[in-house]
């Protein structure tokens, strides 16, 4: 591996989170397309993947994991208010081993005392529940995009990565390419995102989903340079049409910010898409991996790397 | 589902082994094929073929493996039976695959060493009349049987020697194929 891509994450064993035991994974390269049935775990995989990625010190792992359940639970936070605590708490235990880092993270309780344990190789901290104070250490260019798609405010902290590389008109360009209806976006107020059409500014909520999700992704390729972007299904409201085009924006621009991105799917369609987009690009860094329960009902990860997807697709397997 | 890997060398085995699994009425769903376009491809390891395929089998998604390949002739590179026999062996255990696989490897089974390939095979399933006509022509014509392009056979075999059905599936020739599938078939249950 090059200092370049040294950041990597290329292999994870979940040792335990969710629906994860003794869990491995490995093979991971630039660009990688996670796919498997409904309720395998492909969420979960990339949430322990952020985890690991994110838990450069206490508290940013701490933060790591309350984000985590924060954003599964963002529309019934928002009707029943929210108590931080405990949403670190619904995380009982995690425990991964990557290339990376080792880290853990679990709560015991005891004599009436509770415990939160925090550890990253082997460097362990033990704190009261009494005496714990969440102190929340974002890492601007690690993002998570989850299937329910950004917020305003989220899609306008990501612009000002657009503003700072100075493409305001590639993207304006790209969502043009998405919607040729669509003349231009911008951040209006530096808040409300918006697009012009037909001469007229028009809130993008206006528009479907799929747009948002097109825009947030470009927007966080840029935001998460020499870093880590997480989506989860990442054809969420998109037309199968757009596909291609996807997929050659975030191969396109992952290299040239040098963002390892992680996806999910379970569209054939998309992983079709990325397979043909990769092989026309020659686009080598990139894998595919399937999760699947073997006969004995454990979870498995099958991955791919660019020679296996390109005969894989050639042959017609049926690789999702 | 578990699934049964096929692999074989180009289009015609694929097209035969189709043609033949239907015949003995074996349930074609239950097949992946794996291509590995030419017979060298069976001898490295690394072929993509090779690793996804071993990903299937240690995930359960695959239970039986069958290889296909031509004997080609005694004087080739890893020609003739045995030859193609040992080297297929010893690739199938380095695998891990002893005992989940079996092999076919096509021949003319008229030839004393058992050489030749599919098309060959082929050929040699036709009426006795037409096939002396075409040995004859071949000898005439001075078409080299051993070094000549498998293609010309399969021309042959398509346009003159069996023009009404596409394969003679119920020739004596191709009950050791067939059994292989049928056994096959059956261990995958």
Request: aromatic share 12%; glycine share 4%.
């Amino acid at each position: 591996m090059t200092a370049i891509t040294a950041h990597f994450l290329t292999d994870i064993e979940i040792k335990q989170f969710k629906c994860f035991t003794d869990f491995k994974a490995s093979g991971f390269e630039r660009v990688n397309l996670i796919s498997g049935k409904n309720n395998v775990g492909k969420t979960a995989f990339m949430e322990a993947c952020y985890i690991n990625t994110y838990s450069i010190n206490v508290n940013s792992m701490a933060t790591a994991i309350h984000s985590i359940k924060f954003m599964r639970e963002n529309l019934n936070i928002l009707f029943n208010g929210h108590d931080s605590i405990k949403i670190l708490d619904s995380t009982k235990i995690y425990v991964s081993k990557s290339n990376l880092r080792e880290i853990e993270f679990h709560i015991t309780e005891k004599d009436a005392i509770k415990e939160y344990i925090f550890s990253i190789n082997s460097d362990l901290v033990t704190i009261n529940a009494k005496e714990l104070n969440l102190i929340f250490e974002y890492i601007n260019n690690i993002k998570f995009i989850d299937n329910f798609g950004w917020s305003d405010n989220d899609l306008a902290r990501a612009y000002e990565a657009i503003q700072k590389h100075e493409k305001e008109t590639d993207l304006s360009a790209l969502v043009q390419e998405f919607d040729d209806s669509i003349d231009s976006f911008k951040l209006i107020g530096g808040t409300k995102p918006q697009c012009k059409t037909k001469g007229e500014w028009r809130d993008i909520t206006e528009f479907g989903d799929g747009l948002r999700h097109y825009i947030s992704i470009i927007c966080a390729l840029y935001t998460c340079e020499n870093s880590y972007l997480f989506i989860d299904e990442i054809d969420n409201g998109i037309y199968y049409d757009h596909f291609d085009r996807l997929w050659k924006i975030i191969f396109t621009l992952s290299k040239k910010t040098n963002c390892q991105v992680f996806a999910t799917t379970h569209s054939k369609e998309m992983l079709e898409s990325f397979a043909r987009v990769a092989k026309k690009l020659d686009e080598q860094d990139i894998s595919y991996t399937r999760l699947v329960k073997n006969k004995n009902q454990e979870l498995k990860s099958i991955t791919f790397d660019y020679a296996v997807i390109k005969y894989s697709t050639e042959n017609e397997h049926e690789v999702r | 589902m578990t699934k049964i890997a096929i692999l074989h060398e180009g289009v015609l085995d694929k097209k035969v082994i189709e043609g033949l699994i239907k015949h003995i009425e074996l349930d074609e769903k239950l097949i992946v094929f794996y291509s590995m376009g030419v017979k060298s491809n069976f001898f490295d390891k690394k072929h993509p073929a090779y690793i996804s395929l071993s990903l299937s089998v240690e995930n359960d998604e695959i239970n039986k493996v069958f290889f296909i390949l031509d004997a080609d002739n005694c004087d080739k590179n890893q020609g003739g039976m045995i030859k193609t026999q040992e080297k297929l062996q010893v690739m199938i255990k380095s695998l891990g695959f002893e005992s989940i696989s079996r092999f076919y490897i096509t021949h003319d089974p008229r030839t004393k060493d058992k050489e030749g390939f599919i098309e060959s095979l082929l050929l040699s399933t036709i009426p006795e009349e037409k096939m002396n006509c075409i040995d004859r022509f071949l000898e005439c014509t001075g078409f080299d049987k051993k070094g000549g392009d498998k293609s010309t056979y399969e021309r042959i075999y398509k346009n003159i020697a069996h023009p009404l059905s596409p394969y003679n599936f119920d020739h004596i020739h191709f009950n050791e194929l067939k059994t292989q599938l049928t056994q096959l078939f059956a261990e995958s249950k």
